[in-house]
């Protein structure tokens, strides 16, 4: 049973390109993703560091910093508008309304000098027609129902009186108080305490069953993905090289990488004497290798692969791998 | 050959507390104890894994055992002999016995030298040998680490952090230590990265008969390096066991909940406990039991009475009123 719908799909990402145009080089950060969002899912970019994952959230609300950024080819599709491509005035109605968008670091994603209240309340007024008073009575409820207690309280503290779950909370209140359609969050569990940690894949899990909200969850951690993810997109190399649903990356991983990245995730609930590790590092995203990005670290490497991108092959209706095993 | 019931370090009751201060009269009014009587023992050969959230006092924990920070209380012995009061002198010394690999390898390298200059610096400050020796010593740590020789000359910016952690472990191996304090060595790493550095750390071990330290927050980590483990609460320790008996059959509630709450490939394998609030403040932590506050087994008598670290079966304590026998 799938909580999402297959086809009311509610964000479309086509082969999107995202260079950083530097004095030392081009990076190409992101270099052609393609993946669609559904309905009352949750979809996990996943991927270590450099492999482009938080560029793909920030091209979709085109917040990276331009120059030396740029959209170089591609489309996102919302509301049968091209995010890529429409003008800034268009974009700003969709940052924060219909999309919003919780950066990694709650620390510095919080104004120090501004309080807690002054920061949702901006927001509100901003997209919504509510006056102060209106405005604050939502963020006092949305903060009750996102568990933080004395909600009151906490709208005239400073981010530094919050702690690190805390503030976590407080960023995804402010993220849900335009009633956005789509919520993305980068790496929301990375600098939370285990504890704390379970606290907030809660949280993100009420607002997929209770409020239905459309997730694009992004982190590097396959075991946070196996825990809130429907479907998963695995990047590599500023490339999506596999995708399908959480299940089946778990259970059945086509690409070599996904492969080795679940052998080599130390995990409670696998017995194991020795991890398998993969090995190299991940490129420079200044020096891609040719052809398949991943094929120096490739167990399963063939001469193709050194030349040629693997065209994305379809295993199944949902599940897509860009290999050239499968090719 | 390595003897696993001979203690190579006890720690006995051992404290440390940073005094809070206010006022231009610097007046005392105020301790936060990071590290609040803690005991246990590591032995010849073994690898112990000590385990919390940020802020329970692991690290300080680490540090103190090295003498990088001065005990407030409480004795470290180390092959029988108290180090707690050594001086300058004899503490360069065990220096040379025991190391310290850390967490960040981007602060933990002078960026002004060659990683062989880093890697050398040990030898040269004890005086071990001369340049050529050094230099064939240099080649040979490189190449346990799987570093290149080569790679000498390069500076650490040149090289990516599991390079640099790599860098880490050969400078800590360069004076052939007996005992390894590896404060959260692959924390900052990427997943496919972790899992070479903790396989480096294990075969280095089994080659060399090296002791650890093992400290992090990650149990999935901890689980794969460490054979007996402590999990540290609020500068206590609340449950010490074996890997096995840890994993299979926790005592201490916090223990469970901690287990409960890691993340897994496999989800629902284990019934999620889910912690209210956030761990309290070491400045003021709460009287009796310190993890009270937050206990889903909590009784009057964990409000009063601290509970003491209990051996409840063959090399299984507990700190938690729960079980007392």
Not at chain 1, 111 to 129: A, F, R, S, Y
Not at chain 1, 258 to 285: K, V
Not at chain 1, 301 to 318: G, H, N, V, W
């Amino acid at each position: 049973m799938q909580s999402y719908s297959r086809n009311n799909i509610i964000l479309r990402v086509n082969d999107l390109k995202t260079y950083f145009f530097t004095r030392r080089g081009v990076v190409k950060a992101v270099d052609g993703v393609s993946f669609e969002l559904r309905q009352g899912e949750c979809l996990c970019l996943v991927g270590e560091s450099g492999c482009g994952k938080s560029v793909t959230a920030l091209s979709i609300l085109r917040l990276f910093d331009s120059p030396p950024g740029r959209i170089v080819g591609g489309t996102v599709v919302y509301n049968s508008t091209d995010l890529a491509s429409c003008p800034d005035q268009e974009l700003r109605k969709v940052r924060g309304k219909e999309i919003a968008l919780i950066l990694q670091e709650a620390q510095s994603a919080l104004n120090p000098v501004l309080t807690i209240g002054d920061q949702i309340i901006e927001q509100m007024k901003i997209h919504l027609p509510l006056s102060t008073d209106e405005a604050r009575f939502k963020a006092i409820n949305l903060l009750r129902e996102m568990g933080i207690p004395s909600a009151e309280d906490v709208l005239n503290y400073y981010p530094h009186q919050l702690s690190g779950g805390m503030k976590q909370r407080v960023l995804v209140t402010m993220s849900l108080c335009c009633d956005p359609k789509i919520l993305i969050a980068d790496e929301p569990t990375t600098a939370v305490d285990v504890t704390i940690k379970a606290q907030v894949l809660d949280m993100f899990h009420q607002l997929k069953t209770k409020r239905q909200m459309s997730l694009i969850f992004i982190t590097h951690d396959l075991a946070v993905v196996a825990e809130i993810g429907d479907r998963a997109v695995v990047m590599y190399g500023g490339r999506d090289v596999e995708t399908a649903p959480v299940s089946e990356i778990i259970s059945a991983p086509a690409h070599p990488y996904t492969a080795g990245l679940l052998e080599c995730l130390p995990d409670l609930s696998r017995e194991m004497s020795r991890l398998n590790s993969i090995p190299g590092m991940p490129p420079d995203p200044s020096k891609m290798p040719p052809g398949c990005t991943f094929h120096p670290r490739c167990p399963k490497m063939i001469d193709i692969c050194r030349t040629q991108e693997p065209p994305l092959a379809e295993i199944s209706k949902e599940h897509k791998v860009r290999c050239h095993l499968y090719a | 050959m390595p003897d696993k019931d001979k203690p190579l370090l006890e720690v006995k009751e051992l404290k440390k507390y940073y005094p809070l201060t206010a006022g231009i009269t610097s007046r005392h009014i105020g301790d936060i104890k990071a590290v609040d009587g803690v005991s246990f023992s590591v032995g010849e050969g073994e690898s112990l894994g000590l385990v919390g959230e940020s802020g329970c006092g692991k690290s300080t924990l680490g540090k103190t055992i090295l003498r990088l920070e001065e005990p407030t209380g409480g004795k470290i012995i180390y092959k029988g002999t108290d180090i707690t009061t050594l001086d300058k002198k004899a503490l360069r010394q065990l220096r040379k016995e025991i190391q310290i690999i850390f967490q960040d390898p981007e602060a933990s390298l002078d960026p002004r030298m060659t990683i062989g200059q880093s890697i050398c610096e040990p030898l040269v400050i004890h005086n071990i040998g001369d340049d050529r020796e050094r230099e064939e010593m240099l080649v040979w740590l490189l190449e346990k680490v799987g570093l290149e020789p080569n790679q000498a000359s390069l500076y650490p910016h040149e090289l990516s952090g599991g390079q640099k952690q790599r860098v880490g472990i050969a400078r800590a191996l360069a004076l052939n230590p007996k005992l390894i304090v590896a404060d959260e060595p692959v924390s900052a790493l990427d997943v496919s990265i972790q899992a070479q550095i903790l396989n480096l750390m294990l075969d280095i071990q089994n080659q060399m008969g090296l002791s650890y330290l093992f400290i992090a927050h990650d149990l999935s980590v901890i689980k794969y390096v460490a054979r007996r483990i402590a999990v540290m609460y609020l500068g206590k320790i609340v449950e010490l066991a074996e890997r096995e008996a840890l994993f299979g059959n926790p005592l201490h509630p916090y223990t469970e909940a901690l287990l409960s709450s890691v993340p897994t490939l496999i989800p629902g394998a284990r019934k999620r406990v889910l912690l209210i609030g956030e761990v309290p403040s070491p400045l003021n932590p709460p009287p009796g039991c310190r993890f009270h506050p937050r206990c889903p087994h909590v009784m009057p008598a964990c409000r009063q009475e601290e509970p003491a670290l209990i051996e409840v079966s063959q090399g299984h304590s507990v700190a938690c009123h729960l079980h007392r026998s």
